[in-house]
């Protein structure tokens, strides 16, 4: 039990933290401009409820957003030079924090309308992460 304990206090949690927090605000920013679009434009918002209101594009966009939502992570970390940092433990840790992320996007006073913290999403935020991370499993 202790080794568990030594192992995640060596993980890279500030590093971790401010990956998912940058990838948190691009998918606010991103609900964001889609609110604003949707109450200013009535073509986007028109074809909009034709796409979620389908049963396949109403499940599949969230999933969708979620995956690419831990693949930005991932790619964000790669981007930053930081693959020493990126091993199997370190994955699911992000994939923690991203979850937490989605946690804390929940109190925000907009309305979630591409993704929100569910069972859904903390399984695709998993997918995007492993898919993208892939190199970095044997670490």
Avoid: D
């Avoid at 979630?112 to 069972?119: D, H, I, Q, W, Y």
Wanted: glycine share 6%; net charge positive; with cysteine.
């Amino acid at each position: 039990m202790n080794n568990i304990w030594q192992i995640l206090k060596k993980l890279p949690w500030q590093e971790l933290s401010l990956v998912s927090l940058i990838a948190t605000l691009t998918v606010v920013t991103s609900e964001i401009l889609l609110i604003f679009s949707l109450t200013h434009f009535l073509a986007i918002l028109k074809s909009f409820n034709i796409l979620f209101s389908s049963p396949f594009f109403g499940v599949l966009i969230p999933i969708g957003v979620a995956v690419g939502m831990g693949a930005l992570a991932v790619c964000l970390l790669e981007w930053w030079q930081k693959q020493y940092l990126l091993n199997n433990s370190s994955l699911w840790a992000l994939v923690l924090c991203l979850f937490i992320g989605l946690l804390l996007k929940s109190f925000l006073p907009f309305p979630s309308v591409l993704l929100s913290a569910s069972r859904a999403s903390l399984i695709s935020l998993a997918i995007g992460v492993f898919w993208k991370g892939r190199p970095y499993w044997r670490r």
